[in-house]
């Protein structure tokens, strides 16, 4: 129906760069709002960064500052630009997006796999 999915993942360096890349396809009528969230071991899942299609963002506080996440409506593709890389940011990252199916007015959460962003020295 919807498939979501995630790429860019790895090791880096603290202070290091990654860019993260996910993109959703399917029966898509329509996508609000595409975000990434993480969640390391024995911690809760957590907001990273969120657009909506009209390019509105939201970020995690803890993130602000460091990561920029950009869209391409078009193409149903968002983007997570990671500077300033440190451990605490050690952590499966996840896609998501708020999309409607074609036919069906109500937007539903959908999920990519995850892709591991693992910062060490």
């Known amino acids: 129906q919807v498939q979501v999915v995630e790429s860019g993942g790895g090791l880096v360096q603290p202070g290091g760069s990654l860019r993260l890349s996910c993109a959703a396809s399917?029966?898509?009528?329509?996508?609000?709002?595409m975000g990434w969230y993480r969640q390391a071991p024995g911690k809760e899942r957590e907001l990273v960064a969120v657009?909506?299609?009209?390019?509105?963002?939201t970020y995690g506080d803890s993130v602000k500052g460091r990561f920029t996440i950009s869209r391409d409506n078009a193409k149903n593709t968002v983007h997570l630009q990671m500077n300033s890389l440190n451990p605490e940011d050690t952590a499966v990252y996840y896609c998501n997006a708020n999309a409607r199916v074609t036919g069906w007015n109500v937007a539903t959460d959908y999920w990519g796999q995850g892709t591991q962003v693992t910062v060490s020295s």
């Open positions: 657009i909506i299609s009209g390019g509105t963002t």
């Open positions: 399917g029966s898509i009528s329509s996508v609000y709002a």
